[in-house]
Nanobody, 119 residues
């Protein structure tokens, strides 16, 4: 069982930046780790992921503004969020799975960290 812990959320103004962290209990090179978010009244949506080999994917809504990275020695994945918009307001979840298409079916999930962006 993989345990995940998110941190770094907060309340900021539009245009500001935040960096989320996801600390994992397992080896990152064996996992695909992703960030998802859920805004009030909306379904959870994909934001970004980084696979075991280091390749990355982003939702179109965050391309060019968000960057996912990892520190293998620390078993931590980061989500650097720049130029934040009010529509980025959501509860952000970190998830891990053996494959990047397994998050929903076989993934492990953190408790989430709140990001609130005011305009």
């Amino acid at each position: 069982q993989v345990q995940l812990a998110e941190s770094g959320g907060g309340s900021v103004q539009a245009g500001w930046s935040l960096r989320l962290s996801c600390s994992a209990s397992d080896i990152l090179t064996m996992l695909c780790v992703g960030w998802f978010r859920q805004a009030p009244g909306k379904e959870r949506e994909f934001v970004s992921h980084i696979s075991g080999d280091g390749s990355t994917e982003y939702d179109d809504s965050v391309k060019g503004r968000f960057t996912i990275s990892r520190d293998i020695a620390k078993n931590t994945v980061y989500l650097q969020m720049n130029s934040l918009k009010s529509q980025d307001t959501a509860l952000y979840y970190c998830a891990a799975a053996l494959r990047c298409d397994w998050f929903e079916s076989h993934g492990y999930w953190g408790q989430g960290t709140q990001v609130t962006v005011s305009s």
